[in-house]
């Protein structure tokens, strides 16, 4: 076999061997991408199936945080800015930076009958965070 014929298929197999390797990266992170749904995307593509895990997105409405009888599951809506909301229940204690109005990001699944029941809840801020402890130091830079 001649060494440029040799040459030619050592470039093709590697070109097939990137190739395969390159299809498999793509089907796998699309299988594994973990986006959130806001309520604007929830309304325009529809609820994802029964118990499958997924993540919600947006702010806590103003006024939407409610608390069960016993005090440990707490309720509040998600909004965006689309007339789009949704409803979320959370069992557990809430992160510090939780609060009305704040971003949030709730992972959990719909049921049947579409209430959104979350496993975990994370809070959200915006860029101008400051910790509660450093408020009164009101340190200019």
Do not use: C
């Not at 197999?13 to 749904?37: D, G, Q």
């Not at 599951?73 to 609060?99: C, E, K, Q």
């Not at 992972?107 to 408020?135: C, M, S, V, W």
């Amino acid at each position: 076999m001649r060494a440029r014929t040799r040459r030619l298929y050592t470039f093709g197999i590697a070109a097939l061997l990137l190739l395969a390797a390159a299809v498999l990266a793509f089907f796998a992170l699309r299988e594994n991408a973990n986006l959130f749904y806001t309520p604007e995307i929830l309304a325009e593509k529809g609820q994802p199936e029964n118990g499958k895990v997924v993540k919600v997105g947006g702010w806590v409405e103003p006024g939407s945080l409610a608390y069960s009888e016993d005090g440990a599951t707490m309720i509040f809506t998600v909004i965006d800015n689309s007339p789009h909301t949704i409803r979320v229940s959370y069992t557990g204690i809430a992160p510090d930076l939780f609060r009305e109005g704040q971003g949030v990001v709730a992972t959990g699944q719909f049921g049947p009958e579409g209430a959104f029941t979350a496993r975990q809840i994370l809070a959200k801020h915006d860029e101008n965070y400051q910790p509660r402890e450093l408020k009164p130091l009101d340190v200019a830079g």
